[in-house]
């Protein structure tokens, strides 16, 4: 099945700087790689996907980047505010037809410092 | 829209009891999966269903049953509670596929 590493496990950048989380994946017939976020006490929530076919995508301060060749994906937040502090997971697809399914990586705690 | 209830939000059983923990939703999807997130190991999935009537496994689907009678509804149920199940529960929902799943807010259960 799909193995999916993140790194770093924490991270912690000054109110303004750039963070930056990086993943790898091993199943080279994934497709489809989302990022979620998850605030204390709250459930997961989807804030930027990317799909094989494309190589980034930009969500205003959000991007992702995808090597299919590398197999590896990152997500980009630029000039980093206090509330983007949570924990990340990214996560990349598996199987096949209906089945296909998710594989998250184990998750980063971003901390924005003010 | 209420999107993905689940309930209850906290939970202590002792070993070797059983519970159901109810997840609903009120999007109209097809695709809904249970997922358990433990410290440093991200969110692993248990179950997961592609529309009523339809379930199959996940990665971690060992004292777990799940049942899919309706396309709102996607109980889990825990057989014979045990300390390693003591974890964050989490029902997840999308349209078709794995494109915006829906994150309910979760379930802590904790077995002594």
């Known amino acids: 099945g799909e193995n999916v590493e993140q790194h770093p496990s924490t991270l912690s950048v000054q109110e303004g700087d750039s963070a930056v989380i990086k993943c790898t994946y091993s199943d080279s017939a994934s497709n489809y790689f989302p990022w979620y976020k998850q605030e204390l006490g709250k459930g997961p929530q989807l804030i930027i996907d990317?799909?094989?076919?494309?190589g980034e995508k930009k969500d205003q301060r959000i991007a992702v980047t995808l090597n299919k060749t590398a197999k590896h994906f990152s997500l980009h937040i630029t000039e980093t505010q206090p509330e983007d502090s949570a924990v990340y997971f990214c996560?990349?697809?598996?199987?096949?037809?209906?089945?296909?399914?998710?594989?998250f990586g184990s998750g980063t705690q971003l901390t924005v410092l003010p | 829209n209420a999107g993905v209830t689940q309930t209850p939000k906290f939970q202590v059983l002792k070993t070797g009891q059983s519970m159901t923990l109810q997840c609903a939703q009120d999007m109209n999807h097809e695709y809904m999966s249970w997922y358990r997130q433990d410290p440093g190991m991200g969110l692993r999935l248990i179950h997961y269903?592609?529309?009523?009537?339809?379930?199959d496994q996940g990665e971690v689907p060992n004292g777990y049953n799940v049942s899919r009678s309706t396309t709102e509804d996607f109980p889990l149920r825990l057989l014979s509670a045990a300390p390693s199940q003591t974890s964050v529960y989490f029902c997840a929902s999308s349209y078709g596929g794995l494109d915006g799943y829906t994150f309910g807010s979760g379930t802590r259960l904790t077995v002594v």
């Open positions: 990317i799909r094989s076919n494309v």
């Open positions: 269903s592609v529309g009523a009537g339809i379930t």
């Open positions: 996560a990349a697809d598996y199987g096949s037809g209906s089945a296909r399914q998710l594989t």
